[in-house]
């Protein structure tokens, strides 16, 4: 039996693109001698279609799909991910289903049980969890179909679960595990992936078949790497991060492949690479699915904005992006020199817009409301929101799309104006800290300098003051990033981290920024996700929550 | 028996606080005879705590108020809410507990079986259900201990639940419920709320005691109404709406109370005084548990800035409250003049700055990079922003917190200025229809003119561009908002909205303005949520989903 892995990129709730590249891959498959095609969970309507599930409408558009999809399996099976309508009234209205569909009719259904609930997971807030557990007949084989979290109770030893599927399912005798899954991005989650599809496998002495949506959704990236682990635990094949993919294997060679070497089939995983190349296909979802094809950002010559413009470069073609030098009476000279040999390395078109006018203009005007006060975060911000108006006004006469610069350390402390540098569509490197964008700067530079050195060595300023430095204000990045890293990614008490042997004031300090400055973030673009921890759908604070501040 | 309901204001993770208002309270009960005294759901931490209820340190510090409680009950019991530690592996770590204290012990709990995951809530999140259903027995009686959404699934009618703890708890025959609660306001929400408690006291035929939040979470507005009803159904008493409570029943007294008159106990519903009274409290809560004193707002001249700043005035006082009035050239001479009467009437101070130097320079220095491109969008956000600076700079200034004053029919199709009118800590009306504005003002002016006439019989215009109104690029907002209740509240498809009568080509650009502009709600304020489907963390829908665009 031939089984295709077809590992694409949906437009949430654009069912006709869905069913248009579904159509295409069936017929792929089906040149390339496949029995069966695997698409990714929920792949009628893209994942994660959220809120729009609550719309019966919605709903009849999937089915729809599911009609649609019929006539082109007289001789080849689908397996698609699809809501499903719950027959009883009790509990909720919808099932996550893997649907097989097979000689023009629906031959099975898998309702996945276990339904993620945390972090960016909302699942059980539209669907029933599944209850029964059939393994299912197709061309002479037992298919074990699972929906993604459903293979994530290995053992029954994840205490999130109380349930195991495949522990029901192993009973019947499968030949093959077959996974639907919608698995986002961060750094680690392939690594993570694959462990589990291999636990999986040695487990129940089953091959896995794992098929995962491929491209961004907003600020989730997913990173495709569908899998193919023999019953030994080994990756016969991994599909390429970060581009669609369509892939047959024939499930007796999958079987007969053994004593592979352990690290076969694998795709390479270093975190920088990772982050580089799903920070560029976030922008370019982000843009393709949206109609848009030019970006804009502010350029200031420090290190965020040059590897926002790289990366938009790279998703975008440097020629659709355009960036803004707009200096002011406290800039230095080297930030529009840097800046340009910037612009000119990479291709990128740009122009110089002092804010001096628009700035001094503000200050004038407003001086009689001021009341005599001093200089301050007013006319920093002032100077940051002039910039944003500037940028803004681009995007309305010329149709760019603003994006937004700041690293995950500056959005956790609030280190940057609401309305000023925070504006933008999609923050690009907001899950990314300061440290990390060091190294995801010098992974840009690895083959030639695009990213003049300067810029990396510079200490890092707003430049919103005479002779600012974020230092001033904000402990060391590799210090603040650490204590950071503990707090956010691994939720530990300033006490736990004071504990590990940091500065109780500064610990204190930086926990408190981070809590004070929700506000700010509620405000913010989406960030793409990098991280196992990003600020957005996935961390939810109140807002006037009094802990830690 | 005699039971308090204490329906209080809590700050979420101020542990500090919320012991001292508790203790005070159980002091006060205490004096009044009371036996028991009765906190609503998750008190001792304030609702909701959010993601805060995955840091362990939140945890224990939960716990520890628990443990401070103990000494006060040596001859008073009290049931606080408070997140209690599932002692199994699997599943979720914590329940949303009922917490009896008596005679310096825990002496019972009532996990929380029905955990809503929909609209607002996220139990699920956080909270494993309970499982096990036990009456307490206490000072000689058995209390049915239940937690809020418990006693939401009358007669196991309700189709999102399969559980039905009040079922198991009837079966022991206790002597009344007592509920705990945090049901957030919306207009028609103490209404419903009554029914479901007069449905169980008339099932079981057991009275209840009823104990709400009072007070606002910035978007989430608890208005308190806690109840007491008879096995009758008769609403024995209803606490005030918007204000902390103490009061003391007589369960015996309670029960003798027959024959009382249907309305007997209740507090007036009308429509418009709740939700002004709700907006009132939104806006106080904001600026108190944040720490803030004054408010600033831009005065266009319009419907929606008055309200807004009637509203801020009522909740801060007038002398807390500064408008700014900033006329471009485009705006008209009564804009100006209607704006000084109304901020005269109001008391409130005000400030005429004029944006024509601001807005004059932008598009005098920008004019290299606009191409000769004529007067578009981008002069009439350029104005939006402008203002937005200024508002923000005297924030900066002065210690001032920015309202945003956008209407939900605005907010809806997108019809405002990101970084510019859409600037401001909190969104007063983003859910409040264009029409229902209209009714506030009306409700507003019911005693004395405080808002002119003029304000609210004047066409609606963003005065951006010579003689703009809004009914130029929008449907008019009868239809317009009735066509948005359909879509956003009930909703319904667009084959369902134009069979009920609507052009058809009305009814698809509405939607698709709605569904377009989920990237700029995302960048909102929260809004203060008064209807049963706000915008903010009750509707969440892809920003890149093609789904009605």
Not at 108 to 124: C, M, N, R
Not at 443 to 461: G, L, M
Not at 476 to 495: F, G
Not at 508 to 513: D, E, F, H, N, Q
Request: proline residues 5%.
């Amino acid at each position: 039996m031939k089984i295709a892995l077809a590992q694409l990129n949906f437009h949430i709730g654009n069912f006709e693109y869905n069913f248009s590249i579904i159509e295409k891959s069936v017929a792929d498959a089906k040149q390339q001698g496949a029995d069966l095609v695997v698409f990714p969970e929920l792949s009628v309507c893209g994942y994660p279609p959220r809120d729009f599930l609550e719309f019966e409408d919605f709903i009849e558009k999937c089915e729809s799909v599911i009609e649609r999809l019929k006539p082109l399996t007289s001789t080849i099976g689908i397996v698609v991910g699809c809501p499903v309508r719950n027959p009883k009234i009790e509990g909720k209205d919808l099932f996550n289903a893997a649907v097989l569909i097979y000689e023009q009719q629906v031959v099975g259904y898998a309702h996945k049980a276990l339904l993620p609930t945390y972090d960016i997971f909302d699942e059980y807030r539209y669907f029933e969890p599944g209850t029964s557990f059939k393994t299912l007949p197709f061309k002479g084989k037992r298919l074990a179909l699972t929906v993604c979290e459903d293979i994530w109770n290995v053992g029954n030893e994840n205490p999130l679960y109380t349930h195991c599927p495949m522990d029901v399912l192993a009973q019947e005798s499968p030949d093959c595990i077959i996974n639907i899954s919608a698995s986002p991005f961060d750094h680690g989650q392939a690594a993570r992936r694959i462990d589990v599809v291999r636990a999986n496998t040695q487990l129940y002495q089953l091959p896995m078949f794992y098929a995962n949506h491929v491209g961004a959704q907003t600020d989730l990236i997913f990173d495709g790497g569908s899998l193919v682990v023999n019953a030994e635990g080994i990756v016969f094949a991994e599909l390429p991060y970060f581009e669609e993919a369509l892939q047959v294997f024939d499930l007796e060679e999958v079987n007969a492949a053994q004593g592979l070497d352990k690290a076969h089939g694998e795709q390479p995983k270093e975190k920088m690479r990772l982050i580089h190349d799903a920070l560029v296909k976030g922008v370019q979802d982000y843009f393709h699915k949206l109609g848009f094809q030019k970006a804009i950002l502010g350029l200031s010559g420090g290190i965020d904005s040059a590897v926002t413009a790289i990366i938009a470069a790279r998703a975008l073609g440097a020629e659709n992006v355009k960036c803004l030098l707009m200096p002011s009476a406290f800039s230095s000279d080297h930030s529009v020199d840097d800046s340009v040999e910037l612009c000119k390395r990479a291709g990128i078109p740009y122009e110089i817009v002092p804010i001096a006018p628009m700035y001094d203009v503000f200050v004038e005007q407003l001086q009689p409301l001021m009341e005599g006060k001093p200089f301050d975060v007013t006319e920093e911000n002032i100077q940051a929101r002039v910039r944003g108006v500037t940028l803004m006004a681009m995007c309305n006469k010329h149709g760019y799309i603003l994006l937004n610069t700041t690293n995950k350390s500056e959005a956790a402390v609030g280190y940057g104006t609401l309305y000023g540098d925070l504006c933008g569509g999609l923050a690009v490197l907001a899950d990314v800290y300061k440290t990390e964008v060091y190294l995801l700067s010098e992974y840009i530079n690895k083959d030639n300098e695009v990213i003049p050195r300067n810029i990396i060595t510079k200490a890092p300023s707003a430049e919103l003051r005479p002779g600012q430095k974020d230092q001033d204000t904000l402990p060391p990045y590799d210090l603040l990033d650490t204590i950071l890293y503990q707090y956010i990614e691994l939720r530990q008490s300033p006490a736990d981290i004071i504990e590990a042997g940091f500065d109780a004031a500064i610990v204190r300090r930086t926990l408190r920024m981070v809590n004070k400055n929700e506000w700010k973030r509620f405000q913010m673009a989406p960030a793409l996700r990098v991280s196992v921890k990003s600020f957005g759908m996935g961390r939810r604070l109140p807002i006037e929550g009094e802990y830690l501040t």
